[in-house]
């Protein structure tokens, strides 16, 4: 059974960090691409990066841009967003999914990320 | 990029037909056979329906189509159940990024 385990979120002050986990199981992890969504609070859906198989390419939504990184630690079948510079509009939660070109077959259960002084 | 636009709201009563579309652009719905649609319940993580158009993930039953014409992609619910009241988001591929549309909330009447 595929599963997606995000871990990580919670309250941080507005400039601060965070870094976040998505922990895979039930596939071969390497062979896929993965990919961070987030949902405001009561928003709609927000793709926010996505990483090769490899690690070998990286996308972001412009927002993010300079601020979060992704990467992928294969050994450890694990996804990361670090998110750096964090601001108020970066609340939500924060889904990993497993697929490419939008075809998300599998989600995390999400973490929340509450940027608040 | 903009989000998609979808109709904020659309509804049914049981065993009807609902049809909600998701207009885009020439550089990503129209652009690509990568359009997908999602429902989410409350509090719930987003399920994947329909994706590259109009194909169906195994499990999801043939109640739900997708299609797609020039910059609009659309998805249909037959029959509608009670389960299918839900958020609906579309989602297409643009180049080397993603964009979803803002959703529509589904009600079965």
């Known amino acids: 059974e595929v599963q997606l385990v995000e871990s990580g979120g919670g309250l941080v002050q507005p400039g601060g960090s965070l870094r976040l986990s998505c922990a895979a199981s039930?596939?071969?992890?390497?062979?896929?691409?993965m990919t961070w969504v987030r949902q405001a609070p009561g928003k709609g859906l927000e793709w926010v990066a996505n990483?090769?198989?490899?690690?070998?390419?990286?996308y972001y939504v412009d927002s993010v841009k300079g601020r979060f990184t992704i990467s992928r630690d294969n050994a450890k079948n694990s996804l990361y967003l670090q998110m750096n510079s964090l601001r108020v509009e970066d609340t939500a939660v924060y889904y990993c999914?497993?697929?490419?070109?939008?075809?998300?077959?599998?989600w995390g259960q999400g973490t929340l990320v509450t940027v608040s002084s | 990029q903009s989000a998609l636009t979808q109709p904020p709201s659309a509804s049914g009563s049981p065993g009807q037909s609902v049809t909600i579309s998701c207009t885009g652009t020439s550089s990503d719905v129209g652009g690509y056979k990568y359009v997908s649609w999602y429902r989410q319940h409350p509090g719930k993580a987003p399920k994947l329906m329909i994706y590259?158009?109009?194909k169906r993930p195994s499990g999801v039953p043939d109640r739900f189509s997708g299609s797609k014409s020039g910059n609009t992609a659309s998805l249909t619910v037959s029959g509608l159940q009670a389960e299918d009241e839900a958020d609906y988001y579309c989602s297409a591929y643009a180049g080397s990024n993603m964009i979803f549309g803002g959703g529509t909330k589904l009600t079965v009447l």
């Open positions: 590259e158009v109009s």
């Open positions: 999914a497993r697929g490419l070109f939008g075809s998300f077959f599998y």
């Open positions: 039930g596939f071969t992890f390497n062979t896929y691409w």
């Open positions: 990483i090769k198989q490899d690690g070998g390419e990286k």
